[in-house]
């Protein structure tokens, strides 16, 4: 088969790289999306994370909308979704989220992508990459058909993973002194739960429950966080914990045995032990692990924990954050969690997006150039969109004008963005 030409080529299908794909062929590229599931969300429905969190800061100012905001609307629109509501963490942090069920998100991201409009190519994952200095030339997946050459004049990667990156031997950011990679949790759904007599446990209670599975050896993680599927009596359960470097094959393959016999016992627990839910089981596993935290790029900005706190402004800012500095530590039971400040919230920089030594390519995703704290923060899904759209936009302007993405006029990328109801602050 001869290479493809195209604009735009996205590759990997979760959050980030949906919207990515929407904003390029809203704008004019002709845009390939590539995903290696045979469906679009990655985490969101993969992984079944079940609630997009951190659209708002605590006092209430919303700071994410754009393309984000009108997969909410289609959601709601289906009935597979409630919009926006708020609950009080073990923190005590009031938090804003959007449950959504992971099956009709599917749909919604085909049609949004469909009709930008962008083409799929499914059940495929990237290979290698031809790389000349900056430049990437071409990028070859693999498809039930065998490798296929793929020319585009702009990548976005957003492989959470950032696969692409790493097969173009870029330069990636490490670890600090104590830090460690973000464990991974396999969600589980299960039901039916009777919500009247769960949500009337009170919290000192769920908080003894939860100590008391972990002493059993039943929870990885003291809590028993869940969020309802909209207009059932199921909840997906965020409760197990797996240490893994999801890009060790091997690692990650053992992380998924370990995933699902958590989630087994920690559905045994429950039923057992929950109020409202001895008439429950496990309904279903997520299809993947659900992984946190991957490679960081070394882009030709590092956004970092100062920059959030701060609260630093950037005149090239592509979209803002609330959400509080949500680490989940590798060993232990508990969470390091940050809020931010009632009101407070904070900017990405465009050049946190583009890789440094690369001309033609741009990260959509919990990849970005952050320090591990940052990432712990931007990683969330409305953070996710917010970027992707403006990774999608911006590619299609690169593209478009035959430019390279250091040379992008950013005050039009962020009129264009505004235009499009996205948040600069
Ligand atoms: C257990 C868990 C709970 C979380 N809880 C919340 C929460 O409550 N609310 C919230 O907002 N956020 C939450 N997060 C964070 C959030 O879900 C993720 O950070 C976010 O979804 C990442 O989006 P992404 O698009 O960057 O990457 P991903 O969702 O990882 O998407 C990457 C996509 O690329 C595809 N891909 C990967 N490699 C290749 C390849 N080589 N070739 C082709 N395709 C490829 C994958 O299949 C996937 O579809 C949670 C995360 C986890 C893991």
């Known amino acids: ?68 905001e009108e997969i909410v609307d289609n959601l709601r629109a289906r009935g597979a979704s409630d919009g926006h509501s708020h609950f009080v963490m073990s923190t005590g942090h009031r938090m ?99 919500y009247e007599a769960f949500n009337a446990i009170p919290t000192p209670e769920i908080h003894a429950l939860a100590q008391r599975g972990v002493h059993e050896g039943a929870l990885a993680r003291a809590a028993l966080h869940q969020s309802r599927v909209t207009g059932t009596q199921d909840g997906w359960f965020n409760v197990s914990r797996v240490s893994v470097d999801a890009t060790d094959p091997f690692d990650l393959s053992r992380a998924e045995v370990e995933g699902r016999r958590q989630a087994f016992a920690a559905a045994n627990f429950i039923r057992e032990n929950v109020p409202g839910c001895a008439g429950g089981r496990l309904v279903a596993l997520a299809a993947q692990l659900g992984i946190r935290e991957t490679r960081r790029v070394s882009g030709n900005y590092i956004l970092t924990v100062d920059d959030l706190r701060r ?10 954050g609330a959400y509080p500095i949500d680490i989940h530590p590798a060993t232990g039971t508990g969470l390091g969690f940050e809020t931010l400040g009632k009101d407070h919230s904070y900017q990405i920089p465009y050049r946190s997006i583009v890789p440094s030594g690369f001309d033609n390519v741009l990260i959509a995703g919990r990849g970005i150039s952050s320090t591990h704290e940052a990432h712990a923060s931007t990683r969330v899904m409305p953070n996710t969109m917010a970027i992707g759209h403006a990774a999608g936009l911006a590619a299609a302007m690169i593209a478009e004008g035959n430019i390279g993405a250091r040379e992008l006029p950013v005050e039009r990328m962020q009129a264009k963005l505004r235009e499009a109801n ?3 602050g």
């Open 96 to 194: 804003d989220q959007v449950s959504y069920d992971p099956e009709t998100l599917k749909i919604v991201l085909d049609e949004l992508v469909t009709r930008a409009p962008a083409h799929l190519l499914f059940n495929t994952v990237v290979m290698s990459v031809a790389r000349t200095e900056r430049t990437i030339n071409e990028v070859t997946v693999l498809t039930k058909k065998g490798p296929i050459a793929l020319r585009p004049k702009v990548v976005i990667d957003a492989s959470g993973d950032l696969d692409v990156l790493a097969r173009a031997s870029a330069t990636f950011l490490s670890l600090e002194e104590g830090e460690t990679l973000q464990p991974a949790t396999m969600m589980f759904r299960f039901g039916p739960i009777d």
């Open 1 to 68: 088969m001869n290479p493809i030409n195209i604009d735009v080529l996205v590759c990997g299908g979760g959050m980030a790289g949906t919207v990515a794909a929407i904003a390029a062929g809203r704008n004019g590229a002709e845009t390939l999306l590539v995903e290696r599931w045979g469906f679009l969300g990655g985490s969101a429905t993969a992984a079944a994370v079940g609630q997009f969190v951190g659209w708002e800061t605590e006092a209430g100012r919303r700071v994410i909308r754009g393309i984000a």
């Open 311 to 320: 609260g630093r402004t950037f005149s090239d800012v592509i979209a803002c």
């Open 422 to 424: 996205a948040y600069l």
